[in-house]
């Protein structure tokens, strides 16, 4: 089992910042990509930002030039550092990490529970 558990989320006003965090915990051989995803109060839902193991990063059009992923593949874990918030990108953030949790292979997609960031106007 792998499990990845979110921190960060809350309340900001327009402008702010926010630093989300993801670690994984559990059966980890190795992980590959990890990356963030969030779905919006209209249930719209995907990628926010990705990040290889070796540190290559792909970011949505909405949140280039504001967000920028990072991760620590010693801890297992990956950040979104969030600034220049929007009140559109309340959503609840959800973190991804592709993971091979044993040495024949086996790989799970395992996601974390969610956490709200709320921006206000």
């Known amino acids: 089992q792998v499990q990845l558990v979110e921190s960060g989320g809350g309340l900001v006003q327009a402008g702010g910042s926010l630093r989300l965090s993801c670690a994984a915990s559990?059966?980890?051989?190795?992980?590959?990509?990890m990356g963030w995803y969030r779905e919006d109060p209209g249930k719209q839902h995907g990628p926010v930002a990705t990040i290889t193991r070796g540190g290559r990063t792909n970011y949505a059009d909405f949140v280039k030039g504001r967000f920028t992923i990072s991760r620590d593949n010693a801890k297992n874990t990956v950040y979104l550092q969030m600034n220049g918030l929007k009140p559109e990108d309340t959503a609840v953030y959800y973190c991804?990490?592709?993971?091979?949790?044993?040495?024949?292979?086996?790989?799970?997609?395992?996601w974390g529970q969610g956490t709200l960031v709320t921006v206000s106007s």
């Open positions: 559990g059966s980890i051989f190795s992980i590959r990509d």
């Open positions: 991804n990490a592709d993971t091979i949790w044993s040495s024949l292979g086996n790989t799970l997609d395992a």
